[in-house]
């Protein structure tokens, strides 16, 4: 079994810099990619920012140059750090992780997910 627990959402100014964390815990072998996306109201599902195993990160181009997406594999965390964050911003943000287990095989896991409100 594998469980995911989301971090760091919440109620911010535009301008600001929340950080977002992702944590998995159970029956872990190896995390390949991770990824962070964020779905607001009335609007599909979308990617912001994924990195692989080997480091590699993208970014959706709405979000590039102010977040930054990184990984911790001793702690089975990803992290989003958000800059300069503005109103388009405001979403509730999953993280998604491409697990190996080493009970259940390889699958994909879902955040419960974490609601970001931008506003003054």
């Known amino acids: 079994q594998v469980h995911l627990v989301e971090s760091g959402g919440g109620l911010v100014q535009p301008g600001g810099s929340p950080r977002l964390s992702c944590a998995a815990s159970?029956?872990?072998?190896?995390?390949?990619?991770m990824g962070w996306y964020r779905q607001a109201p009335g609007k599909q599902r979308e990617l912001v920012a994924s990195?692989?195993?080997?480091?590699?990160?993208n970014y959706a181009d709405s979000v590039k140059g102010r977040f930054t997406i990184s990984r911790d594999d001793a702690k089975n965390t990803v992290y989003l750090q958000m800059n300069s964050l503005k109103p388009e911003d405001a979403a509730v943000y999953y993280c998604?992780?491409?697990?190996?287990?080493?009970?259940?095989?390889?699958?994909?896991?879902w955040g419960q997910g974490t609601q970001v409100t931008v506003s003054s």
């Open positions: 159970g029956s872990i072998f190896s995390i390949y990619t």
């Open positions: 998604n992780l491409d697990i190996a287990t080493w009970s259940s095989g390889r699958g994909d896991y």
């Open positions: 990195i692989t195993y080997g480091g590699t990160a």
